[in-house]
């Protein structure tokens, strides 16, 4: 299969396109959905801020270097009709729906009869003194860059945070020549064992887990230990670290820190969809607390590529009204995923330390150089935007927006459109005579990747 980007001429040329389903996000969740809705034989098209299909757990160049799972799902949303517009991001959902979008900074309207959010999840950053300094990169976001590309050969990098995550990331890392100084995990070490112990019930998880340790083996793998502070000139150059007892120093080149994921959930709240602790509220359809949209994956709550694709295809199937006994099978293999994410949850929770290491000069809000300082625990987030503009800069909250909620217990409150940073033009833009028809697959265009 080629590894092309599959784009659509004719949502560039008219400004806009109608669908029976549109799938908002290409990663493993959107990809299973647009598949599913589209071989059921409705019209789907599917929105994604990426470059190319996968997300950012198969982000890519080429496609020989993914997990055979991703390619073939990869090839099958290749194979089905699904409509796929990249680099597109889409910026307010209408009630009807009509989706406004911006495309490589041209405005786009989808109209769809069914919404499906499949929006994915970020890291969750925790500021600590030194945190904004050159070097220091989330856990995911060094992921990201070595999969572009980037060079960490023979350099000293320190990764300290939470989660599963920390494991494929420092074995990568390990495999293109860095030196791994140290892996610091923050959750306790009976936590973490507790959810080892657990995972007798998925012995391929257990499996990968050791594959990923033996690729740094040689390097200290730390429970129960965290980052305090960095420190350095122009770029990080040490780090300090501490396990409760005993505080020591380490030199780096790159820090990589993040802890775990939070579900990207602002359209979600933008269409009005309930949200319970950071989640949004799905039944066992994935439908939401809004008719006629639907949600799968990382925003129903981090699970990890497996609760992904399964909650996917029961969304592409539950929207287009088919395969009620496919449905059902599904079902219980997403509920088995579910009770995984609580587990998950439960032993990687950032312990209560973690909230005192910002000093009053600690920037919270990067966007707007809000700092610790300047934040009042007694205030709600809303009184935050208001007195100092915590989370009103371009990033909308996504990086601050975890920290301030962990640090204080602000809830996100309400999002107001655009979802993201825009053109003045995306928002004015009318959409164009109702002409463009549905997305045939003959509209359907290959670009180099």
């Known amino acids: 299969m080629s590894d092309a980007i599959a784009t659509t001429s004719a949502g560039a040329s008219s400004g806009r396109l109608r669908a029976d389903v549109a ?81 490589r900074g041209a405005p786009l309207t ?30 995911g976001g060094a992921q990201a860059l070595l999969k572009s590309g980037a060079s960490f050969a023979g350099k000293r990098i320190v990764i300290a945070g939470s989660g599963p995550l920390l494991l494929p990331v420092a074995a990568s890392l390990a495999r293109a020549g860095a030196r791994i100084a140290i892996v610091a995990e923050q959750a306790p070490a009976a936590a973490v064992r507790r959810f080892g112990a657990g995972l007798w019930r998925t012995p391929g998880k257990i499996a990968q887990a050791a594959r990923y340790r033996a690729a740094f083996r040689a390097t200290r793998y730390a429970w ?16 300090t670290l501490t396990d409760g007892r005993h505080t ?29 602790r950071g989640r ?18 990382e925003p129903t709550g981090i699970a990890g590529v497996e609760a992904s694709l ?8 539950a929207a287009v009204g088919r395969a009620r006994k496919a449905i059902e099978r599904l079902d219980a293999a997403r509920r088995r995923q579910r009770r995984f994410a609580d587990r998950l949850d439960a ?27 300047r934040l009042r625990p007694e205030w709600s987030q809303r009184q935050a935007k208001l007195y100092t503009r915590a989370g009103m800069g371009p990033c909308q909250g996504r990086i601050c927006g975890a920290a301030l909620e962990h640090l204080f217990g602000w809830d996100a409150g309400t999002v107001r459109a655009p979802a993201v940073a825009t053109r003045l033009a995306t928002l004015i833009a009318e959409p164009t005579p109702d002409d463009a028809g549905d997305c045939p697959t003959q509209n359907r265009t290959k670009g180099a990747s």
Do not use: K, N
């Not at 129960?224 to 780090?239: H, K, L, Q, S």
């Not at 032993?347 to 300082?373: K, Q, W, Y």
């Open 224 to 239: 129960g230990t965290w980052a305090t502070r960095a420190a350095g000139d122009d770029a990080v150059r040490e780090v």
């Open 310 to 317: 399964i909650e996917g295809e029961i969304a592409g199937l």
């Open 23 to 103: 799938v908002i996000g290409a990663g493993p969740a959107g990809i299973a959905a647009a598949v599913r809705a589209a071989d059921a034989g409705a019209s789907v098209v599917v929105l994604d801020e990426g470059m190319r299909p996968g997300g950012q757990i198969w982000h890519h160049r080429t496609r020989a270097g993914l997990p055979r799972l991703a390619r073939d799902w990869l090839d099958a949303l290749d194979r089905s009709a699904a409509t796929v517009v990249c680099g597109a991001s889409v910026v307010d959902i209408e009630p009807g729906f009509r989706l406004a979008a911006e495309v």
């Open 248 to 276: 020591w120093v380490e030199p780096c080149d790159v820090l990589c820190t993040g802890y775990g994921l939070v579900p990207s959930t602002e359209l979600a709240r933008l269409a009005g969809c309930a949200i319970d």
């Open 280 to 297: 949004v509220v799905v039944d066992a359809r994935q439908r939401t607390s809004i008719p006629g949209i639907y949600c799968a994956g």
């Open 110 to 139: 989808v109209d769809a009869g069914t919404v499906i959010l499949a929006t994915g999840a970020r890291e969750r950053f925790l500021p600590f003194p030194g945190w904004t300094l050159p070097g220091v990169v989330g856990v």
């Open 347 to 373: 032993a990687f929770a950032p312990r209560a330390e973690l909230r005192s290491l910002a000093a009053a000069d600690t920037i919270i809000c990067r966007c707007e150089d809000v700092t610790a300082g």
